[in-house]
């Protein structure tokens, strides 16, 4: 008959299960640290330029197209379901911009926060007024306006950190063309 200890033929030895306990947290902290991205590693301004590198800078760049976006489909009287398509986007963006924070600077996350909070406000206050609605459509617009200025305070920011002027390349709208025409003016 086994005794308690365990079962038959297999004997503990004292410390066994510290030790492999040990041994676990030991690797899971060498795996977590491994894990973690560059950007958070070096100097603040090389922590920010990686992040912005590694797509904080696209996100912030596809929140300003879409922006000019909708303001250009307005301007070119488009219909309320492109219209709604634009704003779509301008929501959906500025909400991949949200999962892309926290950046590297506490300053930085709190204000791209504002501006895709406000994005995404935005974004969705023209979608449901794009068939008419002015009390929405109107506080789109004013969204939009403060928008811009969050954006550019956030990419001020990132400069005085870094040095310089961070890339937020994007597809911009090619002149005052139609978001739905393919091009041209």
Known sequence: MPDASGP?????????????????????AVLLAGCAGQEQSGSPAQQVSTWVNGGGGSGIGNVEVDARNVDLAFAKHNAPAAIREVCDLLSNDAQTGIGNLPAPDDTLTNELNTAYMDATAAGDDCYNGASGNT???????????????????AISHIESVTGQTPTTNTTAPQGDSDPFSGGGT
Do not use: D, I, M, Q
Not at 8 to 28: E, F, K, N
């Open 8 to 28: 038959v033929g297999r004997h503990r030895r004292p410390g066994s299960t510290v030790t492999a306990a040990l041994v676990a947290v030991v690797a899971t």
């Open 135 to 153: 009390k929405l459509l109107a506080r789109s617009a004013a969204e939009r306006a403060k928008l811009v200025t969050l954006l550019a305070t």
